[in-house]
């Protein structure tokens, strides 16, 4: 139990196009899903916390505009990166959190851009 | 704010040896503890948690027992296998939020 999909795992894109990436619960229902970034051999940096229904909350130097987070059902978060350029160019992870205090990572999404 | 230290990598072993990563942390009031586990190509798995002082998570051989006393959270195994060989993230929940907040992971490497 408890798995956590993402789509794509991969994508190239080039620079100047937005990526969609989504992040779905496929056991179980999550009120508050999150968006990490990971830069190679660094930890997860928290970029946003998305809570279904409602607008997401930012951390601190993320780019709201050109991260959009929608959370628009209790099974699925959806990552937009906007007029990608190639500093964008990251593994991106989301995770989700049922009842407690346990999140479920997803198998992340790698995104080149050229 | 609320903090989480590792020790740095790699850590390189060789098969059936015994291993400890440190982890400290930082944090007001009585935080929630994991350790989560990134096999290469993947995405983070929960290995075990704990939620409050003297409790010990364990699991797949490995163990970790919150240490109120000296705020550390060590992983600790027996005996490794070259399966073992991974990225391990300690990781704190704190406060009123359920954001997660990481070391900088500890590289393991388990020579045959």
């Known amino acids: 139990g408890a798995v956590v999909s993402q789509h794509p795992s991969r994508v190239i894109c080039k620079s100047g196009t937005s990526v969609k990436i989504e992040c779905r619960s496929l056991?179980?229902?999550?009120?508050?899903m999150f968006w990490y970034r990971q830069f190679p051999k660094q930890s997860l940096m928290l970029m946003a916390t998305?809570?279904?229904?409602?607008?997401?909350?930012?951390e601190q130097g993320v780019e709201k505009d050109k991260f959009l987070i929608n959370h628009a059902s209790l099974t699925l978060s959806t990552l937009t990166v906007t007029s990608a350029h190639p500093e964008d160019s990251s593994f991106y992870i989301c995770?989700?959190?049922?009842?407690?205090?346990?999140?479920?990572f997803g198998p992340g999404t790698r995104l080149t851009v050229l | 704010g609320d903090s989480v230290t590792q020790m740095e990598g790699p850590v390189t072993l060789s098969e059936e040896a015994f291993l400890t990563i440190n982890c400290t942390y930082t944090?007001?009031?009585?935080?929630?503890l994991f350790w989560y586990v990134q096999y290469p190509g993947e995405g983070l798995q929960l290995l075990l948690k704990?939620?409050?002082?003297?409790d010990k998570g364990s699991n797949k051989g490995f163990e970790a027992t919150y240490r109120k006393e000296t705020t550390s959270f060590p992983l600790e195994k027996g005996s490794v296998q070259v399966s073992d060989s991974a990225v391990y993230f300690c990781?704190?929940?704190?406060?009123?939020?359920?954001?997660?907040?990481f070391g900088t992971g500890t590289l393991l490497a388990v020579q045959p």
């Open positions: 995770s989700a959190l049922p009842t407690g205090d346990t999140q479920y």
């Open positions: 056991d179980f229902q999550a009120t508050t």
């Open positions: 998305s809570n279904e229904g409602s607008k997401a909350t930012y």
């Open positions: 944090a007001t009031g009585y935080p929630s």
């Open positions: 704990a939620t409050k002082a003297d």
């Open positions: 990781a704190l929940r704190g406060g009123a939020t359920n954001k997660l907040i």
